[in-house]
């Protein structure tokens, strides 16, 4: 009601746009620009960021191994490193130790067995490890980063590095000790 006592009209009007439209031009791009903000933030979150590829160098990696002591990638550079994704109940790994147990026993001193296992507790992979006797760096991946990083799906999963830490090959599922040897020697 205006002062007459009459009320008043809140249709625009001739003059100057409607608050409301002014407001909704506003509140729009705002919205949108947040919206992908956030759509970016998830997808980072997820781990859908770049991947680690052949011919490229090998992502950082900084993970507690299975004496808590860190381990960072990276200080094995000078060295062929073997690196391997796996879980102790896969069946394929499971498959996969004993080869990767016959590699670790007769690698040449410049290359390097680095095995991560993706999101287990310790006492599974400890167990894993002695039952096959393997003679290898064992990290500890327990929220999957790693695995992100390198653009791990599934495991066994094998990256050959070489000595500039550049990744040189990609191995989806189990490997064997020849293959292993085959592929690390262009590199030592």
């Avoid at 009320?7 to 506003?26: D, E, I, V, Y």
């Avoid at 947040?34 to 998830?42: C, H, I, P, S, V």
């Avoid at 002591?69 to 990276?74: N, R, V």
Wanted: proline share 7%; with cysteine.
């Amino acid at each position: 009601m205006n002062r007459a006592g009459e009320r008043s009209s809140t249709s625009g009007g001739s003059g100057s746009p409607p608050r409301q439209a002014f407001k909704w031009a506003l509140l729009i791009p705002v919205l949108l620009l947040g919206a992908a903000l956030a759509y970016a933030a998830w997808h980072l979150a997820r781990g859908d960021g770049p991947k680690a590829t052949v011919g490229q160098s090998a992502p950082e990696l900084t993970l507690a191994d299975l004496d808590g002591q860190t381990f960072h990638l990276s200080n094995y550079r000078g060295r062929v490193i073997v690196l391997n994704f796996f879980t102790s109940w896969c069946p394929p790994c499971q498959q996969e130790a004993p080869e990767l147990a016959r590699f670790a026993r007769s690698a040449s001193p410049g290359t390097v067995l680095v095995m991560v296992d993706r999101g287990e507790a310790e006492g599974p992979v400890r167990r894993f490890i002695q039952k096959y006797g393997i003679d290898a760096h064992v990290v500890m991946d327990p929220d999957n980063r790693a695995s992100q990083a390198f653009g791990v799906t599934g495991q066994p999963e094998t990256f050959i590095i070489d000595r500039q830490g550049i990744i040189r090959q990609h191995v989806i599922g189990p490997t064997t000790a020849k293959g292993l040897e085959q592929m690390t020697a262009p590199w030592e």
